[in-house]
C-alpha cells in the first residue's frame, strides 16, 4: 500500500511566480491535511480538507494561499504570488474517514519544498 | 485538544533504551495520546497511539499513567537512526477527522 505521495518534491519559484503543491493520499483516505513548516521551526496545520469540502481551513492564511481536494484526482496547495516568506516545507497528510481510532491515524507524506527566489 | 508538555531535549546511548516523558495533565476522557517523530528533512512518521492501556508494536512502547496524566514512550533499543524530535499529541478522534497539534517536542539526539 503506497504512502502519502507528494509532489514535486522540491520547487523553486521567483517572487510573484505561482506554486502548486500536489498530494495523493495513501489508498482508501479520504481526509487529507495540510501542514507547513518554516525553516528551524515546528509543523503548523494549514487546512482540513475531505473530497470536495474544506472542513477546516483556520490555519491558512487569509490571502494567496488556496486548496481543494476534488472528487478525482490528488488535492492541491496553491500559493499565488510568491514571497520570500513563503519558502518551507509543506507536508501533506492523510487518515480514513472511519471514526475507530486504528483507523483514523494520520500518515504523512515526504513533504514538498519550496524555495523562493 | 488538550496541550503537552515534553522536555527539549534528550540524549541516549546507542543500544539503551530511550524513555521519552509527556505530561498531558488537561486530557479529556475520548482524548488518545499519539506520539508522532520526525527525522531530519523528512516528513512525520507515526509510532504509536493510546487510550488508557500499554501499547506496543514493533518500534516502540507507550506506557500511560492510570489518571492518564502522563506518558512515556519507550524505544528499547536506541539507535543511531532514532535521532529525531519526538511529538506527544493528544487528539480526539471521531468521524470528523480532527487534525494533530504539534508542540515543539523532544529532540532525541542518541550517541554512539
Known amino acids: 500500500n503506497a504512502g502519502v505521495m507528494q509532489n514535486p518534491r522540491h520547487l523553486v519559484r521567483r517572487r510573484g511566480q505561482e506554486a502548486r503543491l500536489r498530494c495523493s493520499p495513501m489508498?482508501?483516505?479520504?481526509?487529507v491535511y495540510w501542514y507547513r513548516q518554516l525553516p528551524e521551526e515546528g509543523l503548523k496545520f494549514m487546512v482540513y480538507?475531505?473530497?470536495?469540502?474544506?472542513?477546516?481551513e483556520s490555519g491558512m492564511p487569509k490571502e494567496r494561499f488556496s486548496a481543494e481536494f476534488p472528487k478525482e484526482g490528488p488535492s492541491i496547495l496553491r500559493i499565488q504570488q510568491v514571497v520570500r516568506g513563503d519558502s518551507a516545507a509543506y507536508f501533506c497528510?492523510?487518515?480514513?474517514?472511519?471514526?475507530?481510532?486504528?483507523?483514523?491515524?494520520?500518515?504523512f507524506g515526504e513533504g514538498s519544498w519550496l524555495t523562493v527566489v | 485538544d488538550a496541550k503537552t508538555t515534553q522536555p527539549p531535549s534528550m540524549d541516549c546511548a546507542e543500544g539503551r533504551a530511550a524513555n521519552l516523558p509527556c505530561n498531558h495533565s488537561t486530557i479529556s476522557g475520548n482524548e488518545y495520546v499519539y506520539w508522532y517523530r520526525q527525522i531530519h528533512s523528512q516528513g512525520p512518521q507515526y509510532i504509536i497511539h493510546g487510550l488508557k492501556n500499554n501499547e506496543t508494536n514493533e518500534m516502540a512502547s507507550l506506557i500511560i499513567t492510570e489518571d492518564r496524566k502522563s506518558s512515556t514512550l519507550i524505544l528499547p533499543h536506541a539507535t543511531l537512526r532514532d535521532t529525531a524530535v519526538y511529538y506527544c499529541?493528544?487528539?480526539?478522534?471521531?468521524?470528523?477527522?480532527?487534525?494533530?497539534?504539534f508542540g515543539g517536542g523532544t529532540r532525541l539526539m542518541v550517541k554512539p
Open positions: 489508498k482508501g483516505h479520504s481526509h
Open positions: 499529541i493528544v487528539r480526539v478522534v471521531n468521524n470528523a477527522g480532527n487534525m494533530l497539534t
Open positions: 480538507l475531505q473530497k470536495e469540502n474544506i472542513i477546516d
Open positions: 497528510a492523510s487518515s480514513p474517514s472511519t471514526g475507530h481510532s486504528s483507523g483514523n491515524t494520520i500518515y
